[in-house]
């Protein structure tokens, strides 16, 4: 089956550092990928969809210029959380499709601490 | 916004049936219904999807009602390891939304 690997899976950073986060579809290429955010005891919330070779599209309330999204080839996207502030800290988990009307396939997440 | 209604919780003993209802009752013709399951600190797992049809997997059961309102996901015979919070998503691959989910607690 399709796999997403997501890396890293937990970072610590200091406020005010920025951080990668990268997404990759294995074994099947993604054209388009999502980027999700998790609080604790909440549910997933979309952040971005991001496609390949264009721009990505951002959740009403989401600072593109903080949340840099880039998805240079179609088995790579990365999220950069910019100047980071602990407020950022979250579990933040990304998708992509893997055929037809199957849903998403998930990665593992990524949890972010900053301090 | 999250197009599904689902309890916030529920309770199950282990080797019995576990029944998870949604309400989707705004759903359109082209839209899914996708149940995903997310266990502690992990990314969601896909469980099943269907359009119309009741479907069955190695994993669970899909029940949609004629009217394609609602829908319950059926785990067999659940296990400690089921206890997970799982989403009932409808819509299709341009945009998936989660709302908050049920709480699974299977209990021995």
């Given at each position: 089956?399709?796999?997403?690997?997501?890396?890293?899976?937990?970072?610590?950073?200091?406020?005010?550092?920025?951080?990668?986060?990268?997404?990759?579809?294995?074994?099947?290429?993604?054209?388009?990928?999502?980027?999700?955010?998790?609080?604790?005891?909440?549910?997933?919330?979309?952040?971005?969809?991001?496609?390949?070779?264009?721009?990505?599209?951002?959740?009403?309330?989401?600072?593109?210029?903080?949340?840099?999204?880039?998805?240079?080839?179609?088995?790579l996207s990365t999220l950069t959380v910019t100047s980071a502030h602990p407020e950022d800290s979250s579990f933040y988990i990304c998708s992509a499709i893997y055929r037809g009307n199957y849903g998403y396939t998930f990665?593992?997440?990524?949890?972010?601490?900053?301090? | 916004?999250?197009?599904?209604?689902?309890?916030?919780?529920?309770?199950?003993?282990?080797?019995?049936?576990?029944?998870?209802?949604?309400?989707?009752?705004?759903?359109?013709?082209?839209?899914?219904?996708?149940?995903?399951?997310?266990?502690?600190?992990?990314?969601?797992?896909?469980?099943?999807?269907?359009?119309?049809?009741?479907?069955?997997?190695?994993?669970?059961?899909?029940?949609?009602?004629?009217?394609?309102?609602?829908?319950?996901?059926?785990?067999?015979?659940?296990?400690?390891?089921?206890?997970?919070?799982?989403?009932?998503?409808?819509?299709?691959?341009?945009?998936?939304?989660?709302?908050?989910?049920?709480?699974?607690?299977?209990?021995?």
């Amino acid at each position: 089956g399709a796999v997403v690997s997501q890396h890293p899976s937990r970072v610590i950073c200091k406020s005010g550092t920025s951080v990668k986060i990268e997404c990759r579809s294995l074994d099947f290429q993604a054209t388009t990928m999502f980027w999700y955010r998790q609080f604790p005891k909440q549910s997933l919330m979309l952040m971005a969809t991001s496609n390949e070779g264009s721009k990505a599209t951002y959740e009403q309330g989401v600072e593109k210029d903080k949340f840099l999204i880039n998805h240079a080839s179609l088995t790579l996207s990365t999220l950069t959380v910019t100047s980071a502030h602990p407020e950022d800290s979250s579990f933040y988990i990304c998708s992509a499709i893997y055929r037809g009307n199957y849903g998403y396939t998930f990665g593992s997440g990524t949890r972010l601490t900053v301090v | 916004d999250a197009k599904t209604t689902q309890p916030p919780s529920m309770d199950c003993a282990e080797g019995r049936a576990a029944n998870l209802p949604c309400n989707h009752s705004t759903i359109s013709g082209n839209e899914y219904v996708y149940w995903y399951r997310q266990i502690h600190s992990q990314g969601p797992q896909y469980i099943i999807h269907g359009l119309k049809n009741n479907e069955t997997n190695e994993m669970a059961s899909l029940i949609i009602t004629e009217d394609r309102k609602s829908s319950t996901l059926i785990l067999p015979h659940a296990t400690l390891r089921d206890t997970a919070v799982y989403y009932c998503i409808v819509g299709n691959n341009n945009d998936m939304r989660f709302g908050a989910g049920t709480r699974l607690t299977v209990k021995p």
